[in-house]
């Protein structure tokens, strides 16, 4: 496991300066189906969060208005 891996699987943020931060998102519990089984288990679902630094986000903006693209 390399060292990005390991820290959001100790549930650390990892944040590269200019670009961002990710970090691990819990989402809520769900029941599932083993398909196997038929048993119904709950599941965690865990999805891994970006969040762009504010360098990042005016580069982008920047990128997109100068193409004539506006939201």
Do not use: W, Y
């Amino acid at each position: 496991m390399d060292l990005s891996s390991g820290a959001l699987a100790e549930n650390r943020r990892i944040e590269t300066c200019g670009f961002g931060a990710f970090r691990l998102h819990r989402l809520s519990t769900e029941q599932g189906r083993n398909t196997r089984t038929g048993k119904h288990v709950d599941t965690k679902e865990k999805t891994t969060h970006f969040k762009p630094s504010s360098e990042l986000r005016h580069d982008i903006l920047q990128m997109m208005n100068g193409r004539g693209d506006r939201h």
